[in-house]
């Protein structure tokens, strides 16, 4: 990632209806008001890692779909709060550090003194396939680190990204650290909450987890994008007790013909940077 970030925004708060402009203004509106800024600074600052480098207030207003003058307003108080630097000359705006320095604590927080970071680099450099870490979002995988292969045949994914839990590998492969009996919980609600495309069966599940169990990895062939799979590996929980994931994603047939070179390659990384 090119910079971490952490924004807090304070917004007015009453028991019933907030005072603006000499109206009320209901809860509600309030409310969709709020998500809607936060909602943009996030997407600005997503902007940024996406192109890393300074932007213009007419390229976040075409990017972004903002009229001009909503986006003026978010970017001059974003400036105003330390978190861009405004650029007079170019009329340009860039990050501040302190948009760096709120996030510097997520690199030992997640992934646990960097072995986790340099557990990544290493199975990337040696295999040139898209490696990601993966861990639970409630009942949710979600990617939290990803490096691309320099291949031309590849599957997009990018941090943030969700999976569904008991359905595609990255997910199965969390669950397979939990105790049964969370399992079943767990799918529980998935079934009551999530899309009918996320439910899954009790006793067919726990057939996959008791061979992801038995074998230490789950090879995941076109569950969520036809002919993309993932080779996934439930990683020793770090700090915080977070459960993580290693995930090896590429066309299956590159994934097959790789596969004992992949596994290989990822214990011996494991043994090197986590034991």
């Known amino acids: 990632m090119w910079f971490y970030f952490h924004i ?20 509600n509106e309030m ?11 996030f997407e600005v600052l997503e902007y940024f890692e ?44 860039m990050p501040t550090m302190r ?10 927080g997640l992934f646990g003194d960097s072995a986790i970071l340099a557990l990544v680099d290493y199975v990337h450099a040696k295999l040139d396939e898209l ?14 680190h990803c490096l691309q292969t320099s291949k031309r045949l590849r599957f997009e994914v990018r941090p943030g990204d969700v999976r ?18 969370e399992i079943a919980r767990l799918l529980r609600r998935i079934n ?27 090879f995941s062939r076109h569950v969520i994008v036809q002919d993309a799979g993932v080779i996934a590996v439930l990683l020793p929980k770090r700090d915080f007790g977070r459960q993580l994931v290693l995930g090896v994603g590429g066309p299956v047939s590159r994934l097959e013909e790789r596969q004992g070179e992949i596994l290989d390659c990822i214990a011996k990384g494991i043994a090197r940077f986590l034991a």
């Open 8 to 27: 807090c925004v304070k917004w007015p708060t009453q028991s019933s209806d907030a005072l603006h402009l000499g109206r009320a203004i209901p809860v």
């Open 31 to 41: 409310t969709n008001a709020t998500i809607k800024s936060a909602k943009r600074i």
């Open 50 to 93: 996406e192109v890393k480098r300074p932007i213009s207030l007419k390229e976040v207003a075409a990017k972004c779909d903002y009229p001009t003058s909503s986006a003026a307003a978010l970017l001059k108080s974003m400036a105003m709060l330390g978190y861009l630097f405004y650029d007079s000359y170019n009329r340009t705006y």
């Open 99 to 108: 948009i760096a320095q709120m996030g510097r604590w997520l690199d030992s």
């Open 131 to 144: 490696v990601s870490i993966s861990t639970q979002s409630d009942l949710h995988a979600q990617y939290i």
């Open 164 to 181: 569904p839990l008991a359905i595609a590998g990255i997910g199965r492969t969390l669950l397979s650290g939990h105790s049964d009996a």
């Open 192 to 218: 009551a909450v999530c899309p009918p495309e996320e439910h899954f069966e009790l006793s067919a599940l726990m057939t996959i987890i008791k061979g992801i169990r038995r074998d230490g990895y789950m």
